[in-house]
């Protein structure tokens, strides 16, 4: 038994007779994972952020679960060595996938880094639940946007594992998405996650524009 192994015997799974599809209706929308992978910098928790804003002014039910807000609580106890790194996006990989139980879109801005662990998370939700989106942004505009001031200390080497600097980033091999957020602006990228919702019938409400 590893690590992450079920350890206790006698618990049995409570069905719900108010079941995902249930909410779905409910709700007027699909639930699914945006899983949101990069680089510290590259934009996913602003990206994260500006979406659920659009899918909210559309009527859907959204959380964000953001990197640093997660290693506050749920993950406080976790650090960035590549064991913790594997158990923080287990442990949000399973929160993930109650929330789409819930009929709610989870939106996750986690760097990451390891294609394993995406992967992981992938295989836990049915097929299609699990949508990988890359924002693909040259380590050169990170390091120059250094939103947290953490590049520069890692260069430094005040920060041991950073990772782009020394620690490996994995790219998806094939992301349902790819957002270029050194190039599109962010409109532009927002406008390209919210196609590919629609593209795949998670969401069907139009735009509001009630941005106002
Ligand atoms: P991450 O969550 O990946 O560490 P952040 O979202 O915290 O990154 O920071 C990304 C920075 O890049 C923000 O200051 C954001 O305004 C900026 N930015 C510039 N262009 C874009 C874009 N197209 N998409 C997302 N962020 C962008």
């Not at 699990?130 to 380590?139: D, G, K, T, V, Y």
């Not at 962010?186 to 996650?193: L, Q, W, Y």
């Not at 919210?194 to 509001?208: A, F, N, Y």
Request: net charge negative.
């Amino acid at each position: 038994m590893d690590a992450h192994s079920k350890k206790s015997s006698n618990v049995v799974w409570h069905h719900s007779t108010v079941t995902r599809q249930r909410r779905e209706a409910l709700n007027g929308h699909n639930s699914a994972v945006l899983w949101f992978t990069g680089l510290s910098g590259a934009g996913k928790s602003t990206l994260a952020h500006a979406v659920e804003e659009e899918l909210y002014l559309v009527g859907c039910r959204t959380f964000v679960f953001d990197g640093d807000n997660v290693r506050h609580g749920l993950c406080a106890d976790l650090g960035f060595a590549s064991a913790d790194r594997v158990e923080n996006i287990r442990r949000v990989g399973e929160m993930s996938k109650l929330f789409i139980e819930a009929g709610v879109i989870a939106l996750t801005a986690f760097i990451s880094p390891f294609r394993s662990d995406r992967e992981r998370v992938r295989s836990l939700m049915p097929h299609g639940d699990f949508l990988e989106i890359f924002c693909r942004c040259s380590l050169e505009v990170c390091e120059q946007r250094d939103v947290k001031g953490l590049y520069k200390r890692a260069r430094a080497g005040e920060i041991k594992d950073f990772t782009g600097i020394s620690s490996p980033y994995e790219e998806p091999d094939d992301p349902e998405l790819v957002v270029e957020t050194d190039v599109l602006t962010m409109e532009e990228c927002v406008a390209k996650v919210m196609q590919m919702l629609r593209d795949r019938g998670i969401v069907w409400q139009q735009g509001t524009n009630a941005h106002d």
